[in-house]
């Protein structure tokens, strides 16, 4: 059975190549999908340490994609302060003939203001309000089963508890088997641990493929788990 991924390349345009000493270009994982494109599987995990480019990244491939970059489907018009990149004017996708072209974004940190807009054109945002954060943010996931395509997820682990990202992934799990495509960025052993993902670390050597036990994200979790107090002593 031939795969239609919503995204299967992602590469600068050729009709808008982005200045390289100009940031985002200047982020080595960046850099790195500007000058040699990137192939994207069913699901993909981005983890890196802060600043290294992943939320980045995935905002631009949403905005690039026809998302709303505070998120929501392509149809939500929602906006509070523009603080996005211009790298999306500068990427490519590449899709698949007859793949789904619906989706939608998910990004921790403009959920509020998310759910108050889906308030305001009636679609339920004060029951969302009403529930605590991580309740929430699966209610919303779950009532949008219905979209098959491109599902772009932005550090959702702020909002949700061991066992909420373990829900997470049985969502998202169910979605892909109907044929949608997931792009997660995390900072969560259990996130990354997502099955059959693609893992990808970022940092300043740019971006590497890399199996869940090497990712440096999972040998400190493991370390810090195995022995706190070797961590918490740097702190004095």
């Not at 992943?54 to 929501?72: C, F, Q």
């Not at 004017?89 to 789904?100: D, I, K, S």
């Not at 509020?112 to 945002?125: D, I, R």
């Not at 779950?142 to 395509?149: L, S």
Request: some cysteine; aromatic content about 8%; overall charge negative.
């Amino acid at each position: 059975m031939i795969q239609r991924l919503p995204i299967r390349r992602v590469e600068m345009h050729p009709l808008a190549p982005a200045p390289q000493d100009e940031w985002p270009a200047t982020l080595p994982p960046v850099r790195q999908v500007l000058q040699n494109g990137w192939e994207l599987g069913p699901v993909t995990v981005l983890t890196g340490e802060n600043g290294s480019g992943k939320s980045t990244l995935v905002e631009a491939i949403a905005i690039a994609y026809g998302l709303n970059p505070e998120g929501g489907s392509t149809g939500a018009m929602h906006t509070t302060r523009s603080t996005e990149s211009n790298l999306s004017e500068h990427l490519q996708l590449v899709r698949a003939g007859g793949a789904p072209k619906k989706g939608f974004f998910l990004r921790a940190e403009s959920m509020h203001g998310f759910y108050t807009y889906l308030q305001e054109v009636g679609f339920g945002g004060d029951r969302l309000h009403a529930r605590s954060h991580g309740e929430s943010f699966l209610d919303l996931v779950a009532e949008r089963e219905h979209i098959t395509g491109l599902w772009m997820l932005d550090e959702p682990e702020s909002a949700l508890s061991v066992s909420g990202c373990l829900a997470l992934i049985g969502q998202l799990r169910d979605f892909v088997a109907r044929g949608s495509q997931v792009i997660l960025s995390t900072h969560s052993p259990i996130l990354a641990a997502f099955p059959g993902a693609d893992c990808y670390e970022l940092g300043d050597w740019g971006m590497r493929r890399s199996e869940y036990d090497d990712l440096d994200l999972v040998r400190t979790w493991r370390g810090f788990l195995d022995s706190p107090e070797r961590y918490l002593r740097h702190l004095d």
